[in-house]
């Protein structure tokens, strides 16, 4: 899979590339490649953004610095570009990222995330050259550069080898091997610990009882969740009940 991330910070990726999932993706022949709005501007002293018409508060990011960028990357009109790979506008007020989201993404060869800085784009942008518009959660971050983390994040650890041999996205919370519900809870040593004991069926050796355990522990905590992490128990009303 080959991503690029249109930013004006794309040092910030540095980190994000040594994170071992994503090493082992880019290791596996994916990309991830961040390309600076600013490098090909065609406004003087470097200029990406201007004020909004109508007034307020703020910078847009404007479409002609955007088309730049784009064409300078593919070769091409935006428009035809946004025809061949999925073009992803990062913003608050677009579909929300959730597991099926990012199957989808993850079914992709070619993904373009446009990240916006302080008032956000110039609608041009998104109504012209995006094919989707992407929030991750219902909040307003400053830029759309976490956001951007957090799409590759999830995309690139459903790669297949990217998550390596010890661990598997097979049955993780949200799977369809879970039934898109949350996954089962985990414990390891010790087994008692201040008076609170490993349920017993774990320290079984039992598999077929220990899978059964697990699966009924997993619906029913999709049931108490109604599948929306905003009414998980510690969700909307802050902590979780104590035992
Ligand atoms: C300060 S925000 C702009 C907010 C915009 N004025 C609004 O009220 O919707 C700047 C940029 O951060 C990114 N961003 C902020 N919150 C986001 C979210 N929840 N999901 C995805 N991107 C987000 C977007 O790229 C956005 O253009």
Sequence with gaps: MQIDVFTLFPHW??????????ANALALGSSRECLDYRAHTPLSGGQVDDTPFGGGAGMVLRVDVVE?????????????VRERRRVVALTPGGRVLDDAYVSELAREEHLTLLCGRY?????????????????????????????????????LRKLP??????????????SAALDGAPEYPHYTRPAEWRGWKVPEVLLSGHHARIRDWRAEQSRARGEQTGGQPEDAPGGRSGRASLP
């Design 13 to 22: 990726f540095d980190w994000f590339r040594g994170q071992r999932h994503v």
């Design 68 to 80: 730049a960028a784009l064409r300078a990357r593919y070769g091409d009109d935006p428009i035809a």
């Design 119 to 155: 008032e956000g784009f110039d609608e041009r942008i998104v109504e012209h050259f995006c094919s989707d518009q992407l929030s991750i959660g219902r909040y307003v971050l400053a830029g759309g550069e976490l956001a951007a983390m957090v799409v590759c994040d999830a995309v």
């Design 161 to 174: 080898g990217a998550l390596g041999h010890e661990e598997s996205a097979h049955e993780e919370s949200f």
